[in-house]
């Protein structure tokens, strides 16, 4: 049997039985108008598309088997591998679900170090996929111009991480290492150049003529469809409904901050750069609620079983040696039982779902990726508009293929 | 709302419910039997006080060597009217079975049928494309299995394919 001889076989029998004046256009895996390994094979009647076919897989690497092979602290490397736009986020569902698995409380000041992360990473995100946006509509200075913000903010994640892409921020109990000194201020001046940088990207960008008859109405979704497609995160609350599960299901401190749930009304590509540019006034205001209180204290839960001791202390003291040599040797130890614990990442409700044996590793591991749930409506999205209009739909779904993969 | 919940399916659907073990889990969780998804999944959608209405998530769990019938797929279903709570629902199903597809009741429900189809090999019946979806279509096997080795079987045969389609052009 030959390669894709199916998918081959299809699409030579829709072309061969396209109608007068149709054309077929392969868009992808690799274009420049796809941002990441999304392919599109489109229809077309004149400028307007008929039908739309989106494969995917092109970057699968399956995580759920991986998952099955890793212990929990490993896996976290394959979440860094998702939505590598914001990876923090995806650390941090992670942690969040074996925590919650295994009962641990962390102290206050991991959780709001983890929560400015959070937003820091939600800022990120969104900034790429406005740019990316303005790219596509050939408006090159936006992203530009926000891309020097979003250095800040990676500069911030590689102090504390020591990487710019793969984080692997946290791990089971707290975090790898404590904050350095001059964090806080940081953040700060971070969050204080980026409102004036933010209001300057609306005026540019998003109050721009152009921009605004090109973006709206487009590729809009009802709130009845997004529901029924399981949309979730801006996307869904572009159509007008205001689920977020940092307001739904608390977790962490969202419960004790203020922020509003920007909402949209039709769906559109305008609206949803719309509610994505007020969410990271947002972040901001959720940041700066922090910011200021992060708490001293340990940087990680008391529990010497779970968290690795201190590296000077693994060579001087037997205790700090034994829970080294354990940890790393069996893993950490987590009771049977199942787990789905949902947090709102940048494009929506990421969740894990655990199935635990009280073995080293997960019998199961599933991960609810908010792309893969939007991103199957795209073809209903585009349906009778123009060509040039479905690359800023999907642009402004964001859709990000680390993540529709897995 | 768990009471709620119990009691409902309890009085109209005890047909299809099954009682199972209680395990430790921050979800209320219930057995089904396979053929009663459809009709159970579609009650708890349109009763109005319930109101089901969201599908949160769909997968499949293998549980080779530990449980009979060996696959579970389960349906993660939220209620956004009450708090977001949410409910698992899992329904047992043996090796080559099929079961009825969701996609009648949530469109969302299309391509993660598709997937654990892929990467399960558990089909859906009423499907409106059963087809792979992440991988190839000239891949073996279904990754997903407890059967199925993490390096897989190899990659000798996707070349031979590749080999083939070079010599025939």
Redesign the interface.
Known sequence: MAIYEKTASRFRGKFDNLPEGHLLVNLGPSHPATHGILQNVVQLDGERIVDTEAVIGYVHRCFEKLGEKYDYNQFLVCTDRMNYVSTPLNNIGWILTVENLMQIQVPDRVTYVRMIISELSRIMDHIICQGILGVDLGAFSGMLHMFHHRENIYTIIEKLTGARLTTTFCRVGGMERDIYPEFASEVKMVTKGLKPALDEFRDLLLRNKIFNERTAGIGGISAEDALAYGYSGPNLRAAGIDHDVRKDTPYMLYDKVDFDIPIGEDGSVLHRALVRAEEMYQSIRIIEQLVDNIPSGRYHADLPHIFLPEKQKVYTSMEELIYHFKIIMHGVKVPAGEQYFATEAANGELGFYIVSEGEKSPWRVHVRRPCFWFYQSFPELVKGGLLADSIATMSSLNVIAGELDC | MKEKVESFLQSKLSQFVLRSEP?????L?FSIKSEGVVPVIKALKEDSELKF?????L?A??WLG?KNPRFEV?Y?LKS?SN??F?I?LKAAIEDGEGIHSITSL???A???ER?IFD?FGIEFINHPYM?R??????FQGH??RKD?P?EGFGQDY?IS??L??HQ?E
């Open positions: 395990i430790n889990t921050n979800i969780t209405d969201f599908l949160n998530d997968t769990i293998d530990k389960c993660l956004p708090k977001h949410r698992m949530f469109k969302g299309n391509w993660p997937e990467l087809d979806i992440i991988l190839p279509d000239n990754p997903l199925f993490l996707l394919d590749l083939h389609i025939e």
